[in-house]
């Protein structure tokens, strides 16, 4: 079944420093990808989505490329905030199905 | 900006008990989702509704989880009998028909404690 492998946390930064959080992923056809942000006491945000290879999903400085060839969506922004703390989720829904797969999630510290 | 409420925000319960989590989707959503996630593990698809009844379904839902619109707003989620394994964060969710790739907007979830 489908599947989606994402990289262990926590990740603390200082602010202003480059992230990347890594994701590769597992799936019949061709799946649509997504990050999903989730601030503390709040509900899952998308954050970007990517529906075919080599979209190039960004929001709020944050990308990510689908790469078929790697099976990869990884996330990346160039200078981090103390205001992007928060959990990171990426997800995939694979074919005609519309229920999402998600990864274990990240939690990601910015230090000012 | 319209956003999808779960209520309580927190449950606790007895092993044995009934419960049942709420949710208010988006009011013109026709989709709608829940999802749980384990502390320290992933978040798991459990169910989806459609027009009154189930679209999809995981093998995490069995005979102890029912879903329910019982009006124009709610939707809920019932655990007949909980066990402490039933321990978990639920979340609601729901979508659109229109629109690609059908976006789904989440609830802040419920945290469910089963002692």
């Known amino acids: 079944g489908d599947s989606v492998t994402q990289m262990e946390g926590p990740v603390t930064l200082s602010e202003e420093a480059f992230l990347t959080i890594n994701c590769t992923y597992t799936?019949?056809?061709?799946?649509?990808l997504f990050w999903y942000v989730q601030y503390p006491g709040e509900g899952l945000q998308l954050l970007l989505k990517?529906?075919?290879?080599?979209d190039k999903g960004s929001n709020k400085g944050f990308e990510a490329t689908y790469r078929k060839e790697t099976t990869s969506f990884h996330l990346e922004k160039g200078s981090v905030q103390v205001s992007d703390s928060a959990v990171y989720f990426c997800?995939?829904?694979?074919?005609?199905?519309?229920?999402?797969?998600f990864g274990s999630g990240t939690q990601l510290t910015v230090l000012p | 900006e319209p956003e999808v409420t779960q209520t309580p925000s927190h449950q606790v319960t007895q092993m044995g008990q009934e419960v049942i989590l709420r949710c208010v989707p988006i009011?013109?959503?026709?989709?709608f989702y829940w999802y749980r996630q384990i502390l320290g593990q992933k978040v798991e698809f459990l169910v989806s509704?459609?027009?009154?009844?189930?679209?999809?379904k995981s093998e995490i839902f069995d005979d102890q989880f029912s879903v329910e619109r019982p009006d124009g707003s709610n939707f809920t989620l019932k655990i007949r009998s909980t066990k402490l394994e039933d321990s978990a964060m639920y979340f609601c969710?729901?979508?659109?028909?229109?629109?690609?790739?059908?976006?789904?907007?989440f609830g802040p979830g419920t945290r469910l404690t089963v002692t």
């Open positions: 969710a729901s979508s659109t028909l229109a629109g690609v790739p059908y976006e789904q907007y």
């Open positions: 997800a995939l829904r694979g074919g005609s199905a519309r229920q999402l797969t």
């Open positions: 009011s013109n959503h026709l989709y």
């Open positions: 799936a019949t056809g061709y799946p649509s």
């Open positions: 990517a529906t075919k290879a080599d």
């Open positions: 509704f459609y027009n009154n009844e189930i679209s999809e």
